[in-house]
């Protein structure tokens, strides 16, 4: 794993951290994204401003939500996290795969995210994480 690559990893963590669980996504975004920032999860804007509006409305929305990140990939520019995300105390959540590309200075400036509900049966004893 290169230097950039280990930044990265530690980076899209922290992102997570601060703008989710900590609910400060102003201060996430400002300290980990450039612009210009891609967005492909059709429900917020492109750019930091869109982030920042989308994270706002979401951490209000569900302010006793938590994300725990399960696992951390890094290839190159790209960072993959896979999360469990728990909306409302108690509940079972959902498995999250968030990708994010970074720039030359360890700036996330693109994003995709792929949601999944965790059943509450499953065909299979395995857990989604």
């Known amino acids: 794993m290169t230097a950039g690559s280990a930044r990265n990893k530690v980076a899209a963590r922290g992102f997570f951290e601060q703008a989710f669980n900590q609910h400060q996504p102003e201060d996430a975004v ?3 994204m450039a612009e210009p920032y891609v967005q492909h999860n059709p429900h917020a ?3 930091m401003a869109g982030s ?5 409305s979401f951490v ?4 006793e939500m938590h994300i725990e990140v399960k696992r951390v990939l890094a290839e190159g520019d ?10 409302v105390p108690g509940t079972d959540g959902m498995a999250t795969v968030d990708i994010f590309r970074f720039n030359s200075e ?3 400036i693109e994003h995709w995210d792929v949601i ?7 065909a299979n004893s395995n857990t989604m994480f």
């Open 30 to 32: 400002d300290r980990y």
């Open 106 to 108: 360890g700036k996330i």
């Open 116 to 122: 999944q509900e965790v059943p509450a049966a499953a």
């Open 78 to 87: 790209l960072v993959a996290l896979h999360n469990h995300l728990v909306l």
């Open 60 to 63: 209000a929305q569900f302010p």
């Open 45 to 47: 804007e492109d750019g």
């Open 52 to 56: 920042k509006t989308a994270i706002r």
